[in-house]
């Protein structure tokens, strides 16, 4: 089974850029679907980004042309690119290794790394 741990997270200001790593074990992610999931403070975990093995890739609306996933098998590793970074960007940042068909992610309900708090604040 794998095992997924995220890092990246921090301390930014407004337009500033993060880039979260979201980190295979046990299984190599070229195997999966990976979903960038965040839940801000009193909000339902949402989908932000996922990418399919093939490299498809879809986003949530509210990061479209700011935020991008990508994948490096070779490092057993996911990326998510977050550029011009806003105050409600704010949130904990997980990873989910899913499937993805028919153009959507379908996360698992068992394979979700820890998460990293990212902040965007002045």
């Known amino acids: 089974q794998v095992q997924l741990v995220e890092s990246g997270g921090g301390l930014v200001q407004p337009g500033e850029s993060l880039r979260l790593s979201c980190a295979a074990s046990?299984?190599?992610?070229?195997?999966?679907?990976i979903g960038w999931y965040r839940q801000g403070p009193g909000k339902q975990r949402e989908l932000v980004a996922a990418?399919?093995?093939?490299?498809?890739?879809n986003y949530a609306d509210s990061v479209k042309g700011r935020f991008t996933i990508s994948r490096d098998n070779a490092k057993n590793t996911v990326y998510l690119q977050m550029n011009s970074l806003k105050p409600e960007d704010s949130a904990v940042y997980y990873c989910?290794?899913?499937?993805?068909?028919?153009?959507?992610?379908?996360?698992?309900?068992?394979?979700w790394g820890q998460g990293t708090q990212v902040t965007v604040s002045s």
């Open positions: 990418i399919s093995r093939s490299g498809s890739t």
């Open positions: 046990g299984s190599t992610v070229s195997a999966y679907a």
């Open positions: 989910n290794a899913g499937l993805y068909y028919g153009g959507i992610y379908h996360p698992s309900k068992e394979f």
